[in-house]
C-alpha cells in the first residue's frame, strides 16, 4: 500500500522533481506596492520631522526679554535669541519638496533678514535653526528610521 500525501506535499514533490509544467506556476510582482508605500511613509516622516523640528526652534525663541525699568536685556552669547516683537517666531516655517520620485526634502527656517544674520553670525553667535536641528537630531533620526508598516 503506498502512502496518501497531500496536494501540497505531492506539489512540492514535483517542483523538486522538476516535473512542473509551466502552467502550474504563478509569479506574482510587488515592486511597486512596495516602492509606494516607502515613498507615502518616507513624506509623511518629512512632514512630521520637519514639523517637529518647527515646534522645537518655535519653543527655544519663545523666552521673552526682560525688562528691568527702562533696561532690556537680551540673550547672551551662545543664548537663543529671546523673543522682543515675535516676529522671528511667527515666521518660522516649514516645507517639504518632493525632488523625484525617490527624493523628500524637507526644510525649517525663517523669511527674516535678521533671522538669517542671527543664525549665520560668528560674532553674534545666536544660532537657534542649526543649534535645534543639532539638540533634536538623534529624534529626528528616530522618525525617520522606524520600520515601514
Do not use: C
Not at 56 to 73: A, D, H
Not at 91 to 105: A, G, L, P
Not at 119 to 148: Q, V, Y
Amino acid at each position: 500500500m503506498s502512502p496518501v500525501f497531500s496536494k501540497a506535499v505531492t506539489a512540492s514533490r514535483a517542483r523538486r522533481a522538476g516535473r512542473v509544467s509551466r502552467d502550474d506556476v504563478k509569479f506574482e510582482w510587488f515592486i511597486s506596492e512596495v516602492m509606494q508605500k516607502v515613498r507615502r511613509t518616507l513624506k509623511q516622516r518629512v512632514t512630521i520631522a520637519a514639523q517637529h523640528l518647527q515646534d522645537k526652534v518655535v519653543k527655544n525663541i519663545s523666552k521673552p526679554v526682560r525688562k528691568l525699568g527702562v533696561i532690556t536685556v537680551r540673550s547672551k552669547h551662545g543664548e537663543f535669541p529671546r523673543a522682543d516683537t515675535t516676529l522671528l517666531m511667527k515666521t518660522i516655517f516649514n516645507t517639504i519638496k518632493i525632488i523625484d520620485k525617490d527624493i523628500v526634502d524637507g526644510y525649517v527656517g525663517t523669511t527674516l533678514d535678521y533671522g538669517i544674520i542671527l543664525e549665520t553670525s560668528k560674532k553674534l553667535n545666536r544660532s537657534f535653526l542649526l543649534r535645534t536641528f543639532r539638540e533634536e537630531k538623534d529624534k529626528i533620526k528616530r522618525i525617520m528610521d522606524g520600520p515601514i508598516k
